[in-house]
């Protein structure tokens, strides 16, 4: 597996990475004989980095990875994510004063049976509280040793600059994928902050794999999300068509294209696919072969623009927690 570097950090890690929050739920019924099995045969190929968070099935998804990498933890950059919780209703919760911030780096500490975090995320960015304070309660993890590296996700531009003034950032997580190009990459490319790419493959969308919503288990998360949805799902199976039609024209798989496009957009993006299944995996961990030249990239950014998605990327009670 190549390696790529995390921005002006300048540690290495994976070239693609692995997105645990699928493992144990949210997409469809689990199997957790292959995840795990998926989880160690990733550090057997050499995709090392894996991200999980605390809010994802409350605990219970670090727990899981916990129990996968141990005796291996030397193995992995593991990145996982605080300031996001569910409230007794159901609903998601954003807090990330400083107090929070620590009890809950001690908290995933335990579930993940490590001493240290290497990278750990705001998971999203709370309206009520400063970004200095939360990133300075990170950077007190940092000196005690807790965690190497901070990292935000869906921060705006104005907000990373404030928390990179703070404590050097290393990483913005967010989505990028051939249909979710409005991204902060640029003022992640002028502050040397490594970007990792969450949904590189559209949620599956862009493998070809889905045909009619019926494919989609009724556990299914994803039925919640507009792009989903049955009014735009023919459309969005015909954008994914013609990513298939593309890569077969380049020798390769559809989410090897997409995620080969993703790699292109800059030597410091990361992205970290998700999948709970060996054969998935070592499909994804192929892009990582996969060269682009430039004039195959404009040929597919004339052919697939952005617009041919249909619906937004969340549910409508999620989007005003984007980008902030």
């Known amino acids: 597996m190549k390696q790529r570097q995390l921005g002006a950090a300048g540690e290495a890690v994976s070239a693609i990475g692995l997105g645990c929050m699928g493992l144990v739920g949210w997409y469809g019924e689990r199997d957790d004989v292959e995840a795990a099995a998926t989880v160690r045969h990733?550090?057997?190929?050499?995709?090392?980095?894996?991200?999980?968070?605390?809010?994802?099935?409350?605990?219970d998804n670090e727990r899981f990875v916990g129990e996968c990498i141990k005796g291996r933890r030397d193995e992995v950059f593991l990145a996982t994510k605080c300031g996001m919780e569910r409230?007794?209703?159901?609903?998601?919760?954003?807090?990330?004063?400083?107090?929070?911030?620590?009890?809950?780096?001690?908290a995933s500490l335990g579930r993940l049976g490590t001493d240290h975090i290497d990278l750990f995320y705001l998971h999203r960015i709370d309206k009520t509280v400063p970004i200095e304070e939360s990133i300075g309660a990170m950077a007190d993890l940092v000196a005690a040793g807790k965690i190497r590296h901070i990292g935000v996700s869906e921060a705006s531009g104005e907000t990373l600059r404030r928390a990179h003034a703070t404590h050097p950032i290393a990483a913005l997580q967010s989505e990028l994928s051939l249909w979710t190009r409005r991204t902060e990459l640029a003022t992640c490319r002028e502050l040397g902050i490594a970007f990792v790419a969450y949904s590189p493959l559209g949620r599956g969308f862009l493998t070809g794999a889905l045909q009619s919503p019926d494919d989609l288990p009724e556990t299914d998360t994803r039925r919640i999300f507009p792009r989903f949805a049955d009014e735009a799902f023919a459309d969005n199976v015909a954008a994914a068509q013609q990513v298939r039609e593309f890569a077969e024209s380049l020798g390769v798989t559809p989410a090897q294209l997409a995620l080969a496009w993703v790699l292109a957009q800059w030597e410091c993006v990361l992205p970290i696919p998700g999948t709970k299944k060996r054969?998935?995996?070592e499909d994804n961990a192929g892009a990582a072969a996969v060269e682009l030249s430039a004039t195959v990239l404009e040929q597919i950014d004339r052919a697939l623009p952005e617009s041919l998605v249909h619906g937004e990327r969340y549910p409508e009670i999620m989007l005003e927690m984007l980008n902030n």
Not at 45 to 50: A, E, K, P
Request: with cysteine; hydrophobic share 35%.
């Open 87 to 106: 409230t007794p209703e159901g609903r998601i919760r954003v807090d990330t004063r400083p107090a929070v911030i620590k009890a809950s780096c001690d």
């Open 279 to 281: 054969r998935y995996l």
């Open 42 to 59: 990733a550090l057997d190929i050499g995709v090392t980095h894996l991200d999980t968070a605390a809010v994802y099935q409350d605990g």
